[in-house]
Every structure is written in C-alpha cells, then in structure tokens.
C-alpha cells in the first residue's frame, strides 16, 4: 500500500519540493514531480538546477529522450508514470494514478486556500484505509 506523507505550515513548496526531491535522489529513489500546470513545471525545472545549491538534481520532462533513466521527472500532464518510487504532487487534487506508487509526498503551504485542498485530500487518502504521517516544518528550519 502506498505510504503518504504530508508536509505541513511550509513557506515556500518549491523549495521545499527540491529539498524532498533532492533528499530522495540522494537515496537512490526516483522521484516524478507533479505539477500543477506547465509554468509551475518550468518553475520547477528551473529551481531544480540550482537546488540543492551544492548538488545537481538530475530531472527532465516525460517527453525528454532521456526520461526513462533520469531519475527525476516533472510532469504536469499526468501521463503514463516511468517508474511508481516516489510521488510528489503539487496539485490542489489528488492524483489519481498515486496508488500506483510506493510513496506519496504533499506538502501543505499556510494559504487557506492550499490547506483546505490539503484537507480534503487528506480526507479521501484517510477514507481509503492509507495511513498517513504528517511532518510539521514550522519545528524544523525551512
């Protein structure tokens, strides 16, 4: 069954999602970035080649010839995933192609508007039997 986690009161998602994505590359796990809309796809693309600020995070788009051995991947279609290691969605919906991955990553901004949306996926993850770990960065450095 897939393991969810939620990451909650962060301050800025894409640099948060770079540090999860980074921190997962680091142990050897494929990441796909889902993205929201093609601006943030390139916003993440961009923030991915400077973060960490000492690492490379080797990404490209599912289109990219190379796609099917780059460990990170950023979509903002949803199409057919390369690999099923770990999800991390930046949608204000659950993905729902996410059973089919090993780990689920949300993260949760303090815009009412992104906890509410955050709420409610939490909600239908719960209502499905998944059990959920929450991780509050407000108590870790950002």
């Known amino acids: 069954m897939t393991q969810i986690d939620f990451y909650t009161n962060v301050t ?8 999860i994505t980074a921190k ?6 494929r990441v796909m970035l889902f993205c929201p809309d093609a601006e943030t796809a390139r916003q993440m693309d961009r923030a991915l080649w400077i973060n960490p600020p000492l690492g490379f995070v080797p990404h490209c788009f ?7 051995v780059t460990p990170v ?3 903002h279609e949803g199409g057919d995933p390369l690999h099923d ?7 204000p919906e659950w993905p729902p192609f996410f059973s089919r991955f090993q780990r689920l ?3 949760v901004t303090l815009d009412d508007t992104d906890r509410q949306g955050a709420r ?6 719960r209502d ?7 991780h509050d960065l407000s108590k870790a450095s950002q």
């Open 12 to 19: 800025d998602k894409l640099h948060t999602a770079c540090r």
């Open 62 to 68: 599912p289109g990219d010839p190379l796609a099917p």
């Open 120 to 125: 409610e996926r939490y909600k239908f993850y």
């Open 105 to 107: 990553v949300e993260i």
């Open 73 to 75: 991947i950023v979509d």
């Open 24 to 29: 997962a590359h680091g142990r050897g796990l």
């Open 128 to 134: 499905r039997g998944y059990e959920i770990r929450t």
């Open 85 to 91: 290691q770990v999800l991390l969605n930046l949608r």
